[in-house]
């Protein structure tokens, strides 16, 4: 199949967490055009129903291919991923990268066998979370806790809200506290959103943590999907597209210009 040069990656998320997948992305492939879709009027995801999301997810990102024209998408959501990537693959007809928990980084990392996995509710309760878990932590103690507060708090920072610090506290808290907690020395952020805030993360820890996202995984993952592929000499401006504009897409648009989106669209 013949790629256009000017042809962009689809990055898709529930909100703005997947910028901390896009940078990377554009830090390996600084040329491409890029277009960041979030579904501002479905946010958020983590507390919707494995129905709704499975149901949505793919009219959406059919909507987005037949407007946008792009050479890959890539589903830039953990909750996104965990339910619909199968079905999104089976409506399109591009490759379709997802975003998988960096369980097993986490695994191979944590010196005391004991690590987290931080994520939204909906992410952490999936099927798939437990066979990452069995296949790679195996001998490890892995705790789960969903936070849909740390979403809206990532949401916050971008839109340069002050932000309240116990909202990381609790979240963290949510692992801590659990048995085993106090020798927990690795986190998985499962949620895209939580790169993000891992500043406050890290600020809020009793003790040093470690943590692991896959946005570097991905960044190999779609330089390798597009080997040989043209691409233009110089970047172009970046479009976010969003399913319903508010005056919060607009405090985000000083935030969207450092991550090179400088045009706003409705979808």
Known sequence: MTVASDAPIL??????????????????????????????????????????????????????????????????????????????????????????????????LSKNRVFGVLGTDATVRQPYVDRLAAEHGADCIVLRHGSAALVQLAEAKLRGEALDPHVARDALAGLLNQPGGDRMDMVVLACTHFPLVEPELAAAAPHPIGYVHGGDGIARRIQYLTQGQPWPDAPSPGIAVFTRLDEKVEALRPALARYGLDRIDAL
């Not at 390996?28 to 507390?47: E, Q």
């Not at 199968?86 to 591009?94: E, K, P």
């Open 11 to 108: 990055f898709f998320d529930s909100g703005v967490g997947g910028l901390s997948i896009l940078a990377p992305a554009r830090a390996a492939l600084p040329t491409a055009p890029i277009v960041y879709a979030a579904d501002s009027a479905g946010f958020p995801y983590g507390t919707k129903s494995e129905a709704e999301i499975a149901a949505r997810v793919p009219a959406l990102l059919g909507r987005l291919v037949e407007r946008y024209r792009p050479r890959l998408a890539v589903i830039a959501c953990n909750t996104a991923s965990t339910i619909a990537l199968q079905h999104v693959r089976a409506a399109l007809d591009i490759p379709v990268v997802g975003t998988v928990p960096a369980i097993k980084p986490a695994a191979l």
